[in-house]
């Protein structure tokens, strides 16, 4: 890829600069060594904690509020006393004095004022503490990473070059490398590539950046071929270079077909540049500015297009995503050219998941028409409904059947909701029964979620993001390469980051050299990796956390059931998630056997009790139900004066959105100010809608039925989405109220209460 770097003098100064400052960062890694030996020795041998959930957060009543004063004190304090012994000699150009004029003054008490505004408008934002709000992917933030975004910020620095961030950069690689590990993937591990990883804003801007990388990675044989086969390059010299296919066979680079050489394995395209090094004694500056020319990176589609495919039937690429995608990859197949058209959705099966047989299907008849296959995506953790996409299977497809047809693809997992779930991956087993003073057990995941996050570990690239499911300030993302050669295909560098020559053994620090953003904040990072320190992404950490949200939305979905078994209500509500017949249910003669049998198993007992419960046969059914993670969608029909369900899709839709009406967040004008907006929300909850012509017929037409009490699937063309509420359950809390019930009661309650308020309308406007 092209480097944009100084020369001359210029190059001198900045061999000599980053020489410095790469002592520097060994320095900080030798003290970041004595904090991690510290902190497992606090964990103890096992990793187990006895700290518990309640210590981690501020609290729905704020009650952890000393604590939080005392970190931020203690913060600004540090910070203050780091600037006074900052040359000490030098002089104030505040003085005392000063702040007794009138400008100063007059400046003070404008900012005292207009703070005061801004806090009292900032209380018209949602309650994402309370356990009342069930709305977006936001909830409360954990102490540790708000303590350490907050000292982070203090000092402001850009985790784009060193010079500009010389501490909070090394803070980003360890934070990364926690969350590579999390989702698997290995470090120092003989015969295995390294791995690397660095923080985003968001997991939009992951997404986008491993569709670059993956694009990339699959022309860049191409334009090495070129040099190879040209007499007056110095790579000429390396023409006879051998290649193993996806099969296993060998062939010679400089002279394999197009499609054979877009379709060399992605480690194997890797290691090329290592090879040239080791085998032709080509150095690497040398191979990056004999195929500069020639890169899809530098031409653009039209030209390399001309240059290398002109003459060949290969059509235009494609990347495949689930129907269920997030925006921010047709918006990247955009970005980076391939065009958004070109990103093929496939269907969704009933479980609202990406249907992996259409998926080998399509991904066939593209074999059949020499159409190169960018990339798979699968998400775990969908953005509307939390799903798990089989990427299990993607990754056998992949690897036991297309490698042996010669055919490579990457294989991203959208993993911005769900990756801290990986964080559970011991905790396979339901818990066993425990002393009624010792913490709250955690649910683990069903069979089938777990072992898609058990081959996470295979993938090429992950998105992660630590401000959802790692409860961090915004903003913060993160992207993992599970080889981090494929990185550099994205390279591009700025003279004044300072970060080229110098760095052998350093270049995991060159963050600015990678990924899309140019400035980004060292605050996050510092946030990220105090969290990290306190709250461990593994069982006894995060997955703690996890695991009872996990239990909290599995209960969530049995007591709406629960609201089901009074005909005489009028409603009926319907979750999507559907268990698997290849489930627990099996066991059972019919599925209302099977409910029934879950239902006396969870009667009449309290929260902690199922949780502590000597019976594990109740945990063992509900982690096999309801949804894949912690988001749970669900809709409600109302039933016409004469008993029978309404049975008209639309009708169905416009009694969902008046239910939500009543229980979503609004947008506060000015023109409101001095109303006590948020006095209204008793529960607050997220809508969306499932589209037909994104989701498929098999999902859409499966829920209609459902929804709609049908005897059997039917497909209208008038019927085009289906409006669901959106419950996504962050708080980890298994709260009681003062009668010893589930405070998930009150909130079970107060929607009931709402959608009687509507039907009641409704039968009156009739």
């Not at 902190?39 to 981690?56: A, D, F, I």
């Not at 050299?513 to 306190?534: M, N, Q, R, W």
Request: aromatic share 10%; charged share 25%.
């Amino acid at each position: 890829m092209e480097n944009y770097k100084g020369s001359g003098l210029n190059k001198l100064r900045n061999v000599v600069g980053k020489l410095t400052i790469f002592r520097k960062i060994r320095k900080i890694q030798e003290r970041v060594k004595p904090i991690r030996q510290r902190l497992e020795e606090m964990l103890g041998g096992e990793g187990e904690t006895k700290r518990n959930v309640e210590s981690w957060f501020l609290g729905p009543k704020g009650e952890n509020a000393a604590l939080f004063q005392e970190l931020i004190t203690q913060a600004l304090s540090d910070h203050i006393d780091w600037r006074n012994n900052f040359h000490p000699e030098d002089p104030s150009p505040i003085p005392d004095e000063v702040k007794d004029d009138p400008g100063y003054i007059e400046a003070v008490e404008l900012l005292r004022t207009e703070l005061n505004e801004l806090l009292k408008e900032l209380r018209n934002s949602g309650p994402f503490f309370s356990m009342r709000y069930q709305g977006h992917m936001l909830w409360d933030q954990t102490l540790a990473g708000m303590a350490g975004y907050f000292a982070g910020m203090l000092y402001n620095q850009n985790n784009t070059a060193i010079e500009a961030a010389p501490f909070t950069t090394v803070l980003e690689v360890e934070a990364a490398k926690d969350i590579c590990e999390m989702v698997g993937y290995q470090y120092d591990t003989e015969g295995i590539p390294e791995p690397w990883g660095h923080l985003t804003c968001g997991g939009s801007t992951a997404n986008i950046e491993a569709l670059w990388a993956a694009r990339n990675l699959k022309y860049y044989p191409l334009s090495l071929q070129k040099p190879l086969n040209d007499s007056n390059s110095p790579l000429y010299a390396a023409r006879d270079m051998m290649v193993k296919l996806p099969s296993g066979d060998e062939a010679k680079l400089a002279t394999l077909d197009p499609w054979s050489t877009l379709n060399l394995g992605i480690d194997e395209v890797l290691a090329l540049s290592e090879r040239l090094l080791n085998e032709y004694q080509i150095q690497p500056d040398t191979v990056t500015e004999a195929i500069s020319p020639y890169t899809l990176q530098n031409l653009g589609f039209v030209d390399f297009t001309n240059i290398f495919l002109q003459d060949t039937d290969i059509q235009t690429p494609v990347i495949f995503v689930p129907g269920s995608k997030h925006y921010s990859l047709p918006k990247g197949a955009a970005i980076l050219g391939v065009g958004a058209n070109q990103m093929r959705s496939i269907p969704l099966d009933i479980h609202g998941r990406m249907n992996s047989t259409i998926l080998e299907e399509q991904i066939d008849k593209c074999l059949s028409e020499n159409r190169p296959v960018i990339a798979v995506v699968a998400v775990l953790g969908t953005t509307e409904e939390g799903n798990v996409d089989p990427i299990k299977t993607v990754l056998d497809l992949r690897d036991n059947k297309y490698h042996l047809q010669n055919i490579e693809f990457a294989v991203h997992a959208d993993a911005a909701w769900g990756g801290y779930f990986a964080a559970m991956l011991e905790t396979k087993a339901v818990p066993v029964s425990t002393e009624a003073d010792e913490p709250v057990p955690v649910l683990p995941m069903s069979d089938y979620v777990y072992a898609q996050y058990d081959n996470l570990y295979r993938t090429d690239t992950v998105t992660v993001d630590p401000h959802k499911t790692g409860y961090m300030p915004y903003p913060a993302g993160a992207l993992c390469y599970r080889n981090m050669l494929m990185r550099s295909l994205i390279a591009f560098e700025a003279p004044y980051t300072n970060t080229g020559e110098g760095s052998e053994g350093q270049d995991e620090y060159l963050l600015g050299t990678y990924g899309i953003e140019g400035s980004k904040p060292g605050a996050a990072a510092a946030g990220v990796y105090l969290s990290h320190k306190v709250i461990p992404p593994e069982p006894s950490g995060y997955g703690k956390i996890l695991g009872r949200t996990l239990y909290n939305c599995k209960m969530f979905h049995w007591k709406l059931l629960e609201l089901n078994e009074d005909p005489g209500k009028g409603y009926g509500v319907f979750p999507v998630p559907i268990e698997d017949p290849e489930g627990p249910i099996s066991n059972y003669a019919s599925e209302k056997e099977f409910r029934d049998k879950l239902r006396s198993l969870l009667a009449g007992k309290r929260p902690k009790e199922i949780l502590n419960g000597e019976d594990t046969e109740a945990l063992e059914l509900l982690k096999e139900t309801g949804a894949d993670l912690n988001i749970l969608t669900y809709a409600f029909n109302f039933k016409n004066s004469d008993g029978s369900w309404n049975q008209d899709l639309e009708a169905a839709n416009d009694f969902n959105r008046q239910i939500y009406d009543r229980i979503s967040l609004k947008l506060v004008l000015p023109e409101e100010e001095g109303e006590d907006v948020n006095a209204q929300y008793n529960v607050l909850v997220s809508t969306t809608d499932f589209q037909k012509d994104y989701y498929g017929e098999e999902f859409f037409n499966n829920y209609k039925q459902r929804l709609l009490q049908l005897p059997e699937p039917v497909n209208s063309e008038q019927d085009k989405e289906i409006t669901v509420m959106r419950s996504v359950v962050m708080d980890p809390w298994i709260a009681e109220n003062l009668d010893g019930s589930w405070f998930l009661d009150t909130i079970i309650a107060e929607l009931d209460k709402v959608v009687l308020q509507v039907l009641a309308e409704m039968n009156n406007n009739s």
